[in-house]
Nanobody
Framework: VQLQASGGGLVQPGGSLRLSCAAS????????MRWYRQAPEKERELVAA???????YYLDSVKGRFTISRDNAKNTWYLQMNSLKPEDAAVYFC???????????????WGQGTQVTVSS
């Protein structure tokens, strides 16, 4: 299984970016789809998550600005980030709980990370 994250880049404060994460491989089911971020010298933190039923979680500091969504048919999830602030700058990682076709259990998989820089 591979998770390919994309969409990062440089944006001015107040700007927007849309991150995408596409999972590929011998996938039977994807349960929770998540976005984490890690800024320099800080711990990795969960930014947003979306469950298979559609319920969502957001880090308090991004509520009202970020939106997570998923396309189950494409095994892809997104993070729409609006009104970006300098403190949102970090490497963003996608993560998901995935059950492979040949397995009966779920395990976590990570994407490679995509850099988000917010600066004027």
């Amino acid at each position: 299984v591979q998770l390919q994250a994309s969409g990062g880049g440089l944006v001015q404060p107040g700007g927007s970016l849309r991150l995408s994460c596409a999972a590929s491989g011998s996938i039977a089911t994807i349960s929770d789809m998540r976005w984490y971020r890690q800024a320099p010298e800080k711990e990795r933190e969960l930014v947003a998550a979306v469950a298979v039923g559609g319920s969502t979680y957001y880090l308090d500091s991004v509520k009202g600005r970020f939106t997570i969504s998923r396309d189950n048919a494409k095994n892809t999830w997104y993070l729409q980030m609006n009104s970006l602030k300098p403190e949102d700058a970090a490497v963003y990682f996608c993560n998901a709980a995935i059950r492979l076709r040949e397995s009966y259990t779920f395990r976590n998989y990570w994407g490679q990370g995509t850099q988000v820089t917010v600066s004027s």
